[in-house]
């Protein structure tokens, strides 16, 4: 079982310039901005990848390991945000909600910007 140490590494960039944002923004709309830091965020996808590329370490597979790993992300959101159980599942719907829409306007973006190009 061999570490790829630049993959993980670099997933962890890509993760942290990605999901950060998005976790810290859901964040301060439901707890305030208080509670919510953005190195709060940064930490808990750092741990949150880490903890995951651990399971895959391991290969810890199934819908077992995708529980138990939703259940960590969970965990993470509720310790650093300091909020319950239920406010850290908004929070992380809502992130995948604003990633989801910033997503979409910038596909919008690339797509205008190719087709002005032609």
Same mark, same amino acid.
């Given at each position: 079982?061999?570490?790829?140490?630049?993959?993980?590494?670099?997933? !962890? *960039?890509?993760?942290?310039?990605?999901?950060?944002?998005?976790?810290?923004?859901?964040?301060? =709309? !439901?707890?305030?901005?208080?509670?919510?830091?953005?190195?709060?965020? =940064?930490? @808990?996808?750092?741990?949150?990848?880490?903890?995951?590329?651990?399971?895959?370490?391991?290969?810890?597979?199934?819908?077992?390991?995708?529980?138990?790993?939703?259940?960590?992300?969970?965990?993470?959101?509720?310790?650093?945000?300091?909020?319950?159980? !239920?406010?850290?599942?908004?929070?992380?719907? !809502?992130? *995948? @909600?604003?990633?989801? =829409? *910033?997503?979409?306007?910038?596909?919008? *973006?690339?797509?205008? /910007?190719?087709?002005? /190009?032609?």
């Amino acid at each position: 079982m061999a570490v790829n140490l630049d993959t993980l590494l670099i997933e !962890l *960039v890509i993760k942290i310039i990605i999901l950060a944002p998005a976790l810290w923004i859901s964040g301060r =709309v !439901l707890v305030g901005k208080e509670k919510a830091k953005f190195i709060d965020a =940064v930490w @808990i996808i750092i741990l949150g990848t880490l903890i995951g590329g651990i399971f895959s370490y391991f290969e810890i597979i199934g819908i077992i390991a995708l529980i138990i790993q939703l259940v960590i992300w969970l965990g993470l959101v509720k310790h650093f945000f300091d909020t319950g159980w !239920l406010k850290a599942f908004v929070i992380s719907v !809502l992130a *995948v @909600i604003i990633l989801v =829409v *910033v997503g979409f306007i910038l596909g919008l *973006v690339g797509l205008g /910007l190719s087709l002005a /190009l032609i």
